[in-house]
């Protein structure tokens, strides 16, 4: 075996995987058709429900990806040719020429400012023009122009042009860069190829491509965005004129036969609402309608976010699929015509109609596919091992992200590292063989030296820029006490940036950074990094938040935001002046994992650090293991699901490195990321590196619908074991109704449970194959079979199966009948009340949270989300991990998913523990409280307010001290500690009263 893995596709999914794999010991070879990484994110202004900056997010992993000692990427690359066996694969990559050494490059941009030709900008999606040599977007990795071979004038002709040569100033430009063929040896590859856009001008009823004013999603993604065509301003692309009214179209390239897209691309309707908001945020007054057949909010606070779309921002859901889009010739504006819910018929103009395009497979997954004979689906995708998870049906092969089907980003981000997991638990005795560890320089001595502060403001797009005035800011901390240098940047947090910032803490002899921009909390880590390979002390650095603390809440007034973004700056120079080195304390890992939940979420993710190599404590509160899914018997794929979970139980009690603790509860926690001390109810005590919490779920016990008071009325769940169990009710049964949305998306619990409508289809498919004379009727709010589950669906009504829709204030009315259940259902198509007489009534019952949850999350101190799941460090790109370190999530304690989604997500948890595990020792933040033992009382006012338990008195003094490696920095015992005599470092009082000194000096 080979200690390497080939990742193919450098966006969100393959560089996750590639993180991953780095941090647990692998080399890893990237490789990417495209001049940079990032695949489609660098496109997309704010991501959904957070509406958080994509580039923000995103370039942290730019960054740290680019310059991973263990990762090495190569762009403009394809695989041409895959040989060998599982574990020992030989590939040959083809290099396409760059024209433009890499290496040499600066990114300086004149050779494109000389650039004569310009060419349509495929990344602004034709939107504007381009030169064609180019850098692919502001923040590329890596930070390197290149040629485009078809449009160059030299290339055409070599004596023609050849203006970037002479602008070059360091020789970088290479007209006579040939292809090359490079032979990589790795032991397994994942598959992380991206998606296509379907191409609208497919659907010739909707004007794509004959009127200017319609657009795709993507399209105006690039004009919401501040790095687009139009710099974040929405304009009619025909005339530049303002925007009053925006209509979206949905599912067009979804489920739609015709083109063989029968399958939902399950974003559609939340990027189409997303956009509709941030819109409105740009043009106060704006319009905005989303046509639709459904609205399919089905992941986590997807349907908060709905809701909120709806009642805050008056986003208006127009239930009626669009025939046509016929333009107005006297203004440009587009008629729509549609059906009202109560049968009427109207026109409406729009500004801009923007159609949501589906996903579909890249062009080059087909040739890949044929390559490494690996098979694809009927759509042409790639096809999954059934409950897998993530591996292909060929050894050695892993699927990750929209390879294997339509996803969003946060479960895109847990295949990889599922991906990642499996790749590790198939390589595991090669791990660490072929890759270094991480030298930095050594820390410069500040320590006498008089404060030397750069300073740098980023505009973060039209985040920061579009309300305050950055260059403003920049001028004024020019001005400032200690500051020696000050610029701005478009995206500081970019690679570029981040290089120029080293470079420049050299040549200045910069000893203290301030950064202004976004939040701490996600790119502070980044620049710290950045501060050690510039040879300095990563605590001599501080952040102002002028995006969450001024921009963004001062939207309407950017003379005033301005004015605040100055004084922030200012508070953070005057506080940086008294910032002094801290030195981290260093611990050795304890490469045991405690997984708490027994369930299939559980035990994949045990058997997946078991594979890699690390011991497991399974803890389960009942006497057997196989949680919630006990009572499935087949998958939505036709899978057994009772043998599969028969011998996933067989593998985890045949495991060695796996001990099963039954009937136990977590009691008591204590310790540090690296090394918890964990005593469970029996007393057993278990000492463990990192922990998974994979509590699982229930089905709601329903309280309407006489639930528990007629026995003709069913659970999802129940109707499953009935079936299986050959009740002859269900080959008895005349009618069977089913009801949608028992006890979910409503006022007490506000959010969609994923599964119930496919589930439905499942459950109604299987009634007519026992029964076909049955009727089956559905009561829905909204139908949800997302991705291929849409097969089903459109299975189910070829077969008869009715649908009726109905609104959260006219639920259906249930009452017993003298030998059946009388249903009362308000038709939303003829307005009229429809009664049903049912021999079985079926109700999609809410997943609920596991009791346990609470409880944990206080031993833990992790945080639970108002609906009491576990809440993630980051919904989009930390979906497994909690903001507390070493300890991870996955199944439905997390959230509403079915089988695949478990155990995928469990094996994510596995592998994202594993970069904890596999590390020999890990430091301490840093930013720790420490104790004056000459003030200290021992009052043990900190040992009782601590909710970490790192302060103790020492035996002996008598006096506090405060474990470095547990201490969290939350300064809670500082904050309380009577005779002041704990310190909080990075944050003392001298500190922060030089920020309020500065703040009001000169005032």
């Given at each position: 075996m080979v200690g390497a893995v080939m990742v193919v596709g450098a966006g969100i999914s393959g560089m996750q995987s590639a993180l991953d794999l780095a941090e647990m010991g692998y080399k890893v070879y990237i490789v990417e058709k495209t001049p940079a990484i990032g695949g489609r994110m660098p496109m997309l202004d704010k991501t959904f429900p957070t509406n958080d900056c994509s580039m923000c997010i995103l370039s942290p992993k730019l960054v740290e990806c680019g310059r991973h000692r263990n990762i090495e990427v190569i762009t403009m690359s394809e695989v041409v040719e895959f040989k060998g066996d599982p574990g020992n694969y030989q590939v040959t990559v083809k290099k396409n020429p760059r024209y433009v050494d890499a290496t040499k490059c600066l990114g300086c941009g004149s050779c494109a400012e000389k650039c004569p030709v310009k060419v349509e900008d495929d990344f602004n999606q034709k939107m504007g023009k381009r030169k064609s040599i180019y850098k692919l977007y502001p923040q590329a990795f890596p930070n390197a122009y290149v040629i485009d071979g078809s449009k160059c004038l030299k290339l055409k002709n070599p004596k023609a042009c050849g203006k970037c040569i002479d602008a070059c100033p360091v020789d970088a430009i290479d007209h006579d860069m040939k292809e090359e063929f490079v032979n990589i040896n790795v032991g397994a590859v994942i598959v992380c190829s991206g998606y296509d856009l379907f191409d609208a001008e497919l659907r010739g009823e909707y004007g794509y491509g004959v009127y200017p004013n319609v657009l795709t999603s993507l399209q105006f993604e690039r004009m919401l965005s501040a790095s687009g065509p139009f710099q974040g301003h929405v304009q009619r692309p025909s005339d530049g004129g303002e925007v009053k009214k925006v209509a979206f179209i949905q599912c067009v390239g979804s489920r739609d036969i015709a083109k063989n897209q029968g399958y939902c691309s399950s974003v559609c309707c939340m990027y189409a609402t997303k956009e509709a908001v941030i819109a409105k945020e740009h043009v106060p007054g704006l319009e905005t309608a989303i046509f639709c057949m459904d609205v399919r909010a089905f992941g986590k606070d997807?349907?908060?976010?709905?809701?909120?779309?709806?009642?805050?921002?008056?986003?208006?859901?127009?239930?009626?699929?669009?025939?046509?889009?016929?333009?107005?010739?006297?203004?440009?504006?587009?008629?729509?015509?549609?059906?009202?819910?109560?049968?009427?018929?109207?026109?409406?103009?729009?500004?801009?109609?923007?159609?949501?395009?589906?996903?579909?497979?890249?062009?080059?997954?087909?040739?890949?596919?044929?390559?490494?004979?690996?098979?694809?689906?009927?759509?042409?995708?790639?096809?999954?091992?059934?409950?897998?998870?993530?591996?292909?049906?060929?050894?050695?092969?892993?699927?990750?992200?929209?390879?294997?089907?339509?996803?969003?980003?946060?479960?895109?981000?847990?295949?990889?590292?599922?991906?990642?997991?499996?790749?590790?638990?198939?390589?595991?005795?090669?791990?660490?063989?072929?890759?270094?560890?991480?030298?930095?320089?050594?820390?410069?001595?500040?320590?006498?030296?008089?404060?030397?502060?750069?300073?740098?403001?980023?505009?973060?797009?039209?985040?920061?820029?579009?309300?305050v005035n950055v260059p403003s800011v920049v001028e004024f901390a020019k001005g400032l006490p200690n500051v020696v240098y000050a610029q701005e940047g478009l995206y500081v947090c970019s690679q570029d940036s981040q290089s120029t910032m080293r470079d420049l803490i050299k040549e200045h002899n910069l000893n203290r950074i301030v950064v202004a921009s976004c939040s701490p909390r996600t790119h502070k880590p980044l620049f710290q990094e950045t501060m050690r390979d510039a040879g300095l002390n990563k605590h001599l650095f501080e952040m102002a938040n002028i995006r969450d603390q001024c921009s963004w809440v001062h939207q309407t007034d950017h003379d005033r935001a301005t004015e605040k973004a100055k004084d922030l700056v200012k508070m953070s120079i005057y506080k940086a002046s008294t910032l002094s080195p801290i030195t981290s304390i260093v611990v050795e890992v304890n490469p045991a994992c405690m997984v708490i939940g027994g369930g299939v979420s559980g035990m994949s993710a045990a058997l997946n650090l078991a594979g890699q190599g690390y011991r497991v404590h399974l803890v389960e509160s009942s006497d057997s293991l196989g949680g919630l899914a006990r009572r499935i018997t087949e998958g939505f794929r036709g899978e057994n699901i009772q043998s599969y979970i028969s011998g996933l139980i067989e593998k985890v009690n045949s495991q060695s490195l796996i001990t099963v603790h039954r009937n136990c509860q977590v009691n008591e926690v204590s310790g540090y990321v690296g090394n918890f001390n964990t005593v469970l109810s029996n007393g057993t005590k278990i000492d463990h590196g990192a922990t998974i919490i994979a509590t699982g779920g229930d089905e709601l016990i329903p309280?309407?619908?006489?639930?528990?008071?007629?026995?003709?009325?069913?659970?999802?769940?129940?109707?499953?074991?009935?079936?299986?169990?050959?009740?002859?009710?269900?080959?008895?049964?005349?009618?069977?109704?089913?009801?949608?949305?028992?006890?979910?998306?409503?006022?007490?619990?506000?959010?969609?449970?994923r599964i119930c409508c496919t589930k439905t289809m499942k459950l109604a498919l299987k009634v007519k194959d026992l029964n076909p004379s049955a009727n089956v009727i559905v009561l829905y709010r909204d139908i949800r079979t997302y991705g291929f589950y849409e097969d089903l669906y459109r299975e189910a009504r070829s077969r008869g199966v009715f649908f009726i829709r109905y609104e959260k204030d006219q639920k259906p009315l249930v009452q017993s009948g003298q030998n059946t259940v009388n249903v009362t259902v308000t038709d939303h198509i003829l307005n009229e009340k429809i009664e049903l007489e049912a021999d079985l009534l079926v109700l999609a019952a809410a997943t609920v949270p596991a009791k346990t949850n609470e409880k944990l999350s206080q031993l833990f101190k992790v945080p639970l989300n108002p609906d009491s799941f576990f809440l993630e460090a980051h919904m989009k790109l930390r979906p497994v991990d909690f903001s507390s370190e070493g300890v991870f999530m996955c199944g439905l304690a997390h959230g509403p998913k079915g089988l695949d989604g478990s155990i995928s997500q469990g094996k994510a948890a596995g592998g994202r523990a594993a970069t904890v595990l596999g590390r020999k020792t890990l430091e301490s933040k840093g930013i720790t409280a420490v104790v004056d033992p000459d003030k200290c009382a021992a009052c043990l006012t900190c040992v009782r307010l601590c909710p970490f338990n790192a302060p103790r008195i020492k035996p002996g003094t008598h006096k506090a001290e405060i474990e470095a490696v547990i201490c969290q920095g939350c300064g809670s015992c500082a904050g309380e500690c009577p005779n002041k005599a704990i310190r909080l470092q990075g944050y003392s009082d001298e500190q922060y009263n030089a920020a309020l000194n500065g703040l009001f000096d000169n005032c």
């Open positions: 997807f349907e908060k976010y709905y809701n909120r779309a709806k009642d805050n921002y008056n986003v208006r859901y127009i239930k009626s699929m669009i025939s046509s889009v016929k333009e107005n010739p006297a203004n440009n504006n587009l008629r729509l015509q549609y059906r009202t819910p109560g049968g009427e018929i109207l026109e409406e103009e729009f500004d801009i109609v923007v159609l949501s395009v589906g996903l579909k497979p890249t062009r080059e997954l087909a040739e890949l596919s044929r390559i490494m004979d690996i098979p694809l689906n009927h759509y042409n995708f790639c096809d999954l091992k059934p409950l897998s998870g993530v591996e292909s049906m060929k050894p050695g092969i892993y699927l990750a992200g929209v390879s294997s089907g339509p996803k969003d980003i946060p479960e895109t981000v847990m295949q990889a590292s599922a991906a990642a997991g499996d790749c590790s638990s198939f390589l595991a005795p090669e791990r660490n063989t072929l890759v270094s560890e991480r030298v930095f320089p050594d820390q410069v001595d500040v320590l006498g030296q008089d404060p030397r502060i750069g300073v740098f403001v980023c505009h973060c797009g039209i985040n920061i820029g579009s309300v309280t309407e619908y006489l639930y528990g008071e007629n026995p003709r009325v069913l659970t999802q769940m129940e109707m499953d074991e009935a079936i299986s169990s050959g009740d002859s009710r269900i080959a008895a049964a005349k009618n069977i109704v089913m009801i949608q949305c028992v006890g979910s998306r409503d006022d007490q619990r506000p959010y969609c449970s």
